[in-house]
């Protein structure tokens, strides 16, 4: 499967946070995603359900895919802050710490 790098971090956001909620034992998180703005140039917000709270994109971005990877980043900042979750991968990704 080939992918631009803007859908590349949206997959891994998003795989990220729900990688969290099943390792947490909590439901799956949920998007949902308005459309706004005149038919020939719309604009998307999203947000993100997790474990019964919500976290709202940024406002406004062009496209629905970019809309849920910026609730999704947001939702692993919030978590993270909160210390729900820990930074555990201080690594590039593809490069393992040694033994």
């Not at 997959?11 to 005149?38: D, F, N, W």
């Not at 849920?68 to 710490?97: R, Y």
């Amino acid at each position: 499967m080939d992918l631009c790098p803007m859908e590349w971090k949206t997959y891994m956001i998003r795989s990220h946070l729900q990688e969290y909620a099943h390792k947490v034992g909590i439901s799956t998180p949920v998007y949902e995603t308005t459309k706004g703005g005149p038919c020939h140039e719309p604009f998307f917000r999203s947000t993100v359900i997790v474990n019964n709270v919500k976290y709202k994109s940024l406002p406004q971005f062009m496209n629905r895919k970019a809309a849920d990877q910026s609730a999704a980043e947001i939702a692993l900042m919030e978590l993270t802050k909160s210390g729900q979750i820990h930074e555990t991968n201080t690594q590039p990704l593809g490069v393992e710490e040694p033994i």
